[in-house]
C-alpha cells in the first residue's frame, strides 16, 4: 500500500506572496507532481496549516484544486487554520461528536486515524480531554489492527527551541492514551517545516518540510526564523512488517549530469 504525506502548504489567497514565495502556486506544482508519479497511491494525507490565516479565499481555492486531484485526500487542521472557515470549505470532512476535525479511516492494512490539535488563534497545538476521549475509543475499536497516527503538533521537543515552544500541550497526558496500546506503527507530523525523524518512547515518527518557506535548523545560519529550502512530499509504503518513508524534494528535482 502506497500513501502520500504532504503538508504546511500556507495557502494565502492566489498569487499573494508569502516570505517571497507563492504558496498556491508551489502547493499546485507538489499536487501536480504527485498526480503525475503517484496516482497509484491509495490516499494523500494533508496534514494541516493549510492556509496562512484560514482565509475563505485560500480554502476555496484548495478546494478547487482538488477537484481535479486523482487521489483521495485526507485534510487536517493546523495551527494556521480556523476550524470554521475550513469547514465551510470542505463540509464532507468527518467531525467527531464534538465537532473536532478528526477521523478515522479503516483499511485491509490498518486504521489510520487523523487528529485535529489545533487550538485556536496561537500557535501551540492542543490535545483536550474531549479529543483525548475519542482518541482512546479509536484505539480500543482498533484493537488488533495495526495503527498510524497522523497530526499536525508533535507532541514532543525536537531540538530547536522556537518550535518546542510551540509543540502539543500536556504531552504527558496524549501519551498516557497511547501507552495501552503496541499496535501504533508510526506518527506522521507537521508544523515543523523540515525533514525529521524521531523515536518517541519506541514509536517511530516522521515530519517534512512544508510545501512552501521552512524552518532553519540554525536560525543564525539564514538570519532569518523562516528559511527557503526544498520542498518535500512523503512517499509512504507500507508492507506486511515494514513502514517505508521517502522523502522527495518534488520542485528541485532533476536529472544528473552524465556527460
Ligand atoms: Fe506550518
Keep these: 500500500m502506497k500513501i502520500i504525506h504532504i503538508t504546511d502548504f500556507h495557502l494565502s489567497a ?6 517571497g514565495l507563492d504558496p498556491c502556486q508551489r502547493a499546485g506544482r507538489c499536487l501536480d507532481d504527485i498526480a503525475r508519479w503517484h496516482g497509484d497511491a491509495a490516499f494523500c494525507v494533508i496534514t494541516g496549516d493549510l492556509t496562512h490565516q484560514g482565509s475563505a479565499q485560500a480554502y476555496d481555492w484548495l478546494a478547487e484544486r482538488l477537484k481535479d486531484f486523482p487521489l ?6 493546523g495551527n494556521h487554520d480556523a476550524r470554521e472557515a475550513f469547514c465551510e470549505a470542505f463540509p464532507n470532512t468527518p467531525r467527531d461528536e464534538n465537532g473536532f476535525v478528526q477521523y478515522a479511516h479503516a483499511t485491509p492494512e490498518g486504521v489510520f486515524l487523523f487528529l485535529d490539535t489545533l487550538k485556536g488563534p496561537v500557535s501551540e497545538g492542543e490535545y483536550c480531554v474531549q479529543r483525548r ?9 482498533a484493537k488488533g489492527k495495526r495503527v498510524w497516527i497522523f497530526m499536525h503538533h508533535p507532541p514532543f521537543d525536537i531540538g530547536i527551541p522556537y518550535m518546542d515552544r510551540i509543540k502539543l500541550e500536556e504531552p504527558e497526558a496524549f501519551a498516557e492514551v497511547l501507552s495501552a496500546h503496541d499496535n501504533i506503527q508510526h506518527i ?12 518517541w518512547r519506541g514509536i517511530p515518527c516522521t515530519c517534512l518540510p512544508g510545501t512552501s518557506h521552512q524552518i532553519p535548523l540554525n ?3 539564514v538570519g532569518a526564523p523562516y528559511s527557503i529550502e526544498p520542498p ?7 508492507e506486511e512488517d515494514q513502514t517505508v518513508v521517502h522523502f522527495d524534494a518534488c520542485l528541485d528535482r532533476g536529472p ?3 556527460g
Design 14 to 19: 492566489p498569487g499573494e506572496k508569502l516570505f
Design 256 to 258: 544528473a549530469d552524465m
Design 133 to 141: 476521549a475519542w482518541l482512546a475509543d479509536q484505539l480500543a475499536r
Design 232 to 238: 518535500m512530499y512523503g512517499v509512504v509504503l507500507i
Design 72 to 77: 483521495k485526500t485526507f485534510l487536517m487542521v
Design 219 to 221: 536560525r543564525e545560519s
Design 188 to 199: 506522521f507530523f507537521a508544523h515543523v517545516h523540515r525533514a525529521a525523524f524521531v523515536n
